[in-house]
Structures are given as structure tokens and as C-alpha cells.
DNA sequence: TTAGCTGCAAACTATTTGCCCTAAG
DNA sequence: CTTAGGGCAAATAGTTTGCAGCTAA
């Protein structure tokens, strides 16, 4: 996923500095938590030693615009950010704000939608809010 | 919609004070444009008065809790409401923040969500972003 | 009567922005 | 050498909260 990710910035023409390296790198390694800036930041800080927040975000921002990785928005708790750029359902736990995948069984052709809705769909936000496993006893 | 939705703040114990009412009364009214918490102060507080825009969050926010309405959570711009709480997609425009409901025409057990990955669903999040047909040209 | 609601103001906090400096390509 | 990117501090804005009255039931 790392190289992948590094190619496509190749190809848009990002530049590759440590902090940015950095950032995917802690994305990647901690994808399947779906990760928040905060915790990139922290995480990423220890690997290059020179990092600002605002860096983080920006570059988390920029990726984002350019389908690189996944912005996950909330309102109430800080967003968050994903590596698996495929369609898929995010679970999300209220109880412990979680993150889980899921697989999609069945998928919309999206053809359909700019058909009968006049809309043409650039990107997918397909989430499912509840409890784990953990957090359903509670 | 108005009459089911006093109906059910009836069943959960809610009381129906004059802004609550004229809340509800402009939700109903602007269902289709999703308004956000400052356009529904603005329209309520012309029926009713006497409201603060404290009052509508609050209202909103438990309504939504109560599963009476639906709030649509975003990081960029402020929440929206809507009343119509079946299963339907979103398709939210980036470049006017319009918001139109799209009927899905397929849908997911709930109970393979609970079987497979262990996760029990109380709500779904489903939005396709990108532009409406005014937006695509520019 | 009283639990729940309203309203004001203050607080909150994740995110963004402006500006100047640095370094990648 | 040129311009995108990094870092700091300050600003932003929607939303929440604490608390002192009200009022619907």
C-alpha cells in the first residue's frame, strides 16, 4: 500500500519529504484503526522528529483531494483517515469509536445515479453507526 | 410527517412546547433542502418568536438521539436535518452543499452486518458526494 | 407540582489560515 | 533556482455546556 501510495504522489507530482513520508507510513501501518491526525501526528513525530500538526493536516487534506487516501468526517469526534481506498462500508462503533471495514456484498452502479439524479458521484461515503461487539453489552 | 413525529415525541415522553413545534414545523417544511441548525433558527424564530439557537441544537440533537429525525454529520460545513428517516442514499454537492435523496435501490441485511463482523447497526450513513447538474459545468 | 425545557453567555476544540522560512526537484 | 511544502501562532466557527429561570403536562 506504501509504494502504491508513493507512486501515485510521483505521479501527481507531490513532493516526497521525510514528514510526508512519515505521515504514510504511520497511515499505512495503522490503517486498519482509521487512524486520526492527532495519532498520525504523534506516531509520525517519533519517525521524523520534526513535524507540525498543521503539516499534518495539510498533507492528510491533500492526499485526500487527490483520491490518494480516505477522509472519514465527523462532527463530533476528530476525522479520520484510511489507506483502503476500495469501496467498502465503514462500521462505526458509537461506543468506543471504533473502525471497522466491511466488505460491500451488493454495489450501485453509479452510471445509474448520474442517470436519474442528474449527479455525478466523485466519491462514496458509506457508513454503518452502531455497537462492536465490545460495546453492544454496555 | 409533521402529525408522525408528534406522534412519536407523544409516545417517547417529549414535550411539545412552542418551539419545538415551530422546529419541527420548519423541518417539515424544508425537508428537502436538508436545512442546517442556523436556517431552521431563523425560519422557527419567525413562527415562534422567542427561541435560541442553543434550543434548536438541543432540540435537534435529542430528536435525532430518539431517532425521530435524522441529522447528517459533516467536519466542513455545518449539520443538516431531514425528516425523512427511511433508507435512502444522500447525494450531497460539493459545489452548492445542495442535498438531494436518492432511493436506494438495494439494500444490506442488517443481519449479516450482526453475523458477519459482529456489529449491530442502530443507523446508516449513506452519501454519495460529488456534483449536482448546475455545479458540474464549472 | 416538577421534571423537562428555554435562553443567555462562555467555553470548547478540531481544523484552518497567514506569514515567513526551508528544502525538494 | 523556483516554488511547493513546513512550522508556528492566531483565528475560525459550529456546537456544547453551565446555570438560572420557565412551563407543559
Known sequence: MKTS???KMREKGLKLTPQR???IEVLVDKTHLHPGASLIYREAMKKVGSLS???VYSTLNEF???GI???LEFDKMENRYEGNIMEHINLVCKG???IMDYK???SIDLKEVAKKARFWVTDTRLEYHGYCQECKGK
Chains 1, 2 share one sequence.
Do not use: D, Q
Open 5 to 7: 501510495i508513493i507512486k
Open 21 to 23: 513520508l512519515a505521515i
Open 53 to 55: 500538526l498543521s503539516t
Open 64 to 66: 485526500s483531494r487527490h
Open 69 to 71: 487516501i480516505k477522509m
Open 96 to 98: 468506543c469509536n471504533k
Open 104 to 106: 460491500v456484498p451488493v
